[in-house]
């Protein structure tokens, strides 16, 4: 079976490639293509998988190449994790939007809407030519914003493309393990988009568990998203939210921290993975140790100045594993061998939340089979996190909507329309600001 890595010379390809080096089974991924526009980062990563292959004597064939078109020909499934505008362009996102005073991540408000404007048109030229050159293919979507670019291509593509997220997943397993439950056998019931969803229960042997954790303050304030939003909201909410509502719930705090901070995310992993990409150019280099190093410290530093702002402390060596990895495999595996599983995935909303449309990416668990992801019937959101949802999800439309017209108007609306953008001068200025540094937004008059 031929896997497709699309962005293949980024940092955490080798976390893909470790988990396919662990499956020996029949139908099992056979030869992995790299494709980046890089020839450096692909040799470098390249480099990374042939150590990390070391000793395995079945170990899917590695090829690289820079040509799209061969790269998709006769893939059986194609998982795209491109970064438009590389970590330069996130970093830019963040200095643009934290100079107007608003939040600058690389999926939440500002810096989320220029990232979707910049990557919605590469994207589609992606899925177009996937459904020319690969029909039969799967597509699984890494790339961020993870739920507006997987709707962006599923215009091309239909069902056949399916966004991951690995943070539903970590807050599944965190909230499992502190109720003593193993979280294979846990139903979590979430709901939302991506970087925008709740879990509202946690059900083990048919009993939701949730409510005990709710009603434990000590329990609820052990585990990252209790440190990081407090008990007192949390019980409020009645809710776990995903760790990504921080910057909803406490976004004055959030965007105080990132200006005062010494470096943004995006500049901290510019230079961090310019420093490993440049060591990678030596032939003599260790390449597995490393990645393996610098990936660690990359882990560790995760939503730091959150973290920070809520007095939560150090990450929990168990979150530091990663795990989109390991949800895209299980993903594969379901629909190329027919294994029957659950996950929570980006897919067509179908008619699973009423408040939205048919074709509106949302994150749910789907059931998972041979022919792919089917989301399951889930109970309404309540207003508070209905109004959340409708109001990014509009924004998305208009995102989606300005890279098919090019309209810059287009794009000021979508600004404006952020609940984390307060004025539409602010919306212009940030329009203004993004076309300036991002050459990848000239299509916008």
Known sequence: MKLTI??????????????????HAEGRVTHVVLHDLDPARLSAVTRVLAEQAAGVPDAPEVSATTDLDEALRGADFVFSAIRVGGLEGRANDERVALAEG?????????????????????????????????????VINFTNPAGLVTEAMSRHLGDRVIGICDSPVGLGRRIARVLGANPKEAWIDYVGLNHLGWVRGLRVAGRDELPRLLADPDLLGSFEEGKLFGVDWLRSLGAIPNEYLHYYYFNREAVRAYQQAEKTRGAFLHDQQARFYAEMGNPDAPAWKVWEQTRAE?????????RETAGAGERDEDDLSGGYEKVALALMRAIARDERTTLILNVRNQRTLSVLDTDAVIEVPCLVDANGAHPVTVDPLPDHATGLVCAVKAVEREVLAAADSGSRATAVKAFALHPLVDSVNVARRLVEGYTDVHPGLAYLR
Do not use: H, K, S
């Open 6 to 23: 699309l962005g293949g010379g980024g940092f955490r390809v080798p976390l893909v490639y470790g988990a396919l080096l662990q499956d």
């Open 298 to 306: 990359r882990e560790a530093t995760y939503m730091a100045e959150n």
């Open 102 to 138: 608003v939040l600058g991540q690389e999926t939440v408000g500002a810096g989320g809407i220029a990232y979707g404007l910049r990557t919605v048109p590469v994207a589609v030229d992606i899925a177009r030519r996937v459904a020319r050159l690969a029909p039969d293919a799967w």
